[in-house]
């Protein structure tokens, strides 16, 4: 039973234009809610995450939007860039143990 | 810090061979996860210990896989026997971060082929 759901295995965009990544989720006890960015042969490395108490949370370029009520959220890129392809997993934790659980991932191409 | 540093990055072994990877969180970190990446199901929360202590196990697959943390500072996943549906991407991460998990820092992996 897959919680976390990334439901497009792959997208592209074009440099300078705006990525939408996206993720739903089925556990209504989730509170926090995290993005990964993995390039290959690495680990996943911790991009930006969002409580449950926020809609929105904006670090430089990468914007997290939360959908409470729709069990929704997004990961906006602008403008993007060629470095940011890599594949992105979005994860969540809530209750209480707060083990983090992982999407699937999506990954991105950024077409120069 | 060199972060979390895994051994070894590739391992290919014949079924029914035994396999253990190895790693090494970052200091000071009290959490450490192991995580196994396969196409269909992602990562995927194998074991977590915290202080050392394993806390949940809930996803290590099947009695043929186990691990340890001797220490703050090591720790080893064991596969034996092996099976060449395990083959996939092991990765071990830590954390010192609530939510648990939070955060963490991921190494950059062991590629397991079990033929």
């Known amino acids: 039973d897959q919680q976390v759901k990334q439901n497009s295995p792959s997208l592209s965009v074009q440099e300078g234009r705006i990525s939408i990544l996206n993720c739903d989720y089925t556990n209504s006890m989730f509170d926090y809610f995290l993005w990964y960015k993995k390039y290959p042969a690495e680990g996943p490395t911790f991009l930006i995450s969002?409580?449950?108490?926020?809609d929105k949370n904006e670090d430089g370029r990468f914007t997290v939007f939360l959908n409470k009520s729709a069990k929704h959220l997004s990961l906006h890129i602008v403008p993007s860039q060629p470095g940011d392809s890599a594949v992105y997993f979005c994860a969540a934790s809530g209750g209480g143990y707060q083990k983090v659980t992982f999407g699937t991932g999506t990954k991105l191409q950024v077409i120069p | 810090d060199a972060g979390v540093i895994q051994s070894p990055r590739h391992e290919v072994t014949e079924m029914g061979q035994e396999v253990t990877l190895r790693c090494k969180p970052i200091?000071?970190?009290?959490?450490l996860f192991w995580y196994r990446q396969t196409m269909m199901r992602g990562l995927e929360l194998l074991i977590y210990f915290n202080n050392n202590v394993p806390i949940d196990d809930s996803g290590m697959p099947e009695d043929r896989f186990s691990a340890k943390m001797p220490n703050a500072s090591f720790s080893t996943l064991k596969i034996q026997p092996s099976e060449p549906r395990d083959s996939a991407v092991y990765f071990c991460?830590?954390?010192?971060?609530?939510?648990?998990?939070?955060?963490?820092?991921f190494g950059q992996g062991t590629r397991l082929t079990v033929v």
């Open positions: 969002i409580s449950s108490i926020k």
């Open positions: 991460a830590s954390s010192s971060q609530r939510p648990i998990g939070a955060e963490a820092f």
């Open positions: 200091s000071g970190h009290n959490s």
